[in-house]
């Protein structure tokens, strides 16, 4: 079965701290790579996607990607208490639709 | 531009009753997804349309749950008889439309249903 983990936290730091989320995949032939933000009640919104391996920043955001290690991270620089959401990471096994993992609740502290 | 549009955003529903929801995807996005995401847990696929065919199904439970796109633009999911157990958030997502899930999806504000 393909399957995303994630630790579901929640992950508390203070503003200003880096945010550091986490994420393995079960499918080596995973292609694409995403993480999304989801605020409470809301939808989820997508952040940064990534497909190599390596790191890809966007602003305060960085993705990075372990395809040997199947893993997938997202940094969060100079936390602010506006990123306290929900951070759903999202695989594409092989070119299927994205299976999402359960998610991690991040808290930024004022 | 508009988003993806959903309705209703909240249901109450007594078991056993049918319900049904409605999604209208961004102009011009040929891909449209259903989701099932229950609390504390990401969306679940339920089904993948491209255009007005089902490409992926095979999560969708078919003796209670059905879904049609006619003219490849918006689409209906209904439950029939619905349970206590489909009580979630249904959530519709569109996409432009490249081979697979490389392209991204686009999120509409989700229906919350509640069974009782």
């Known amino acids: 079965q393909k399957e995303v983990e994630q630790n579901s936290g929640p992950l508390s730091v203070p503003e200003g701290a880096i945010a550091s989320l986490n994420c393995t995949y079960s499918d080596r032939v995973s292609q694409s790579f995403f993480w999304y933000r989801q605020y409470s009640g809301k939808s989820p919104e997508l952040i940064m996607s990534?497909?190599?391996?390596g790191d890809k920043e966007d602003g305060r955001f960085t993705a990075q990607l372990n395809k040997a290690s199947q893993y997938v991270s997202l940094l969060i620089r100079d936390s602010q208490p506006s990123d306290s959401a929900t951070y759903l990471c999202?695989?594409?096994?092989?070119?299927?639709?994205?299976?999402f993992g359960k998610g991690t609740m991040l808290l930024v502290s004022p | 531009e508009a988003g993806v549009v959903q309705s209703p955003r909240y249901k109450i529903i007594e078991k056993k009753q049918p319900v049904a929801f409605w999604c209208n995807p961004i102009s011009g996005h040929n891909t449209l997804y259903w989701y099932l995401q229950n609390l504390g847990q990401g969306p679940e696929l339920l089904i993948r349309y491209e255009n007005e065919e089902a490409v992926d199904d095979s999560q969708l439970p078919k003796d209670r749950f059905s879904a049609e796109r006619l003219k490849g633009v918006d689409s209906t999911l209904k439950i029939q008889p619905a349970e206590l157990g489909d009580s979630a958030v249904y959530l519709c997502?569109?996409?432009?439309?490249?081979?697979?899930?490389?392209?991204?999806?686009?999120f509409g504000p989700g229906t919350r249903l509640t069974v009782l």
């Open positions: 990534i497909y190599s391996n």
């Open positions: 997502a569109s996409s432009f439309g490249l081979a697979g899930g490389t392209d991204t999806q686009y």
């Open positions: 999202a695989v594409t096994p092989g070119y299927s639709t994205l299976t």
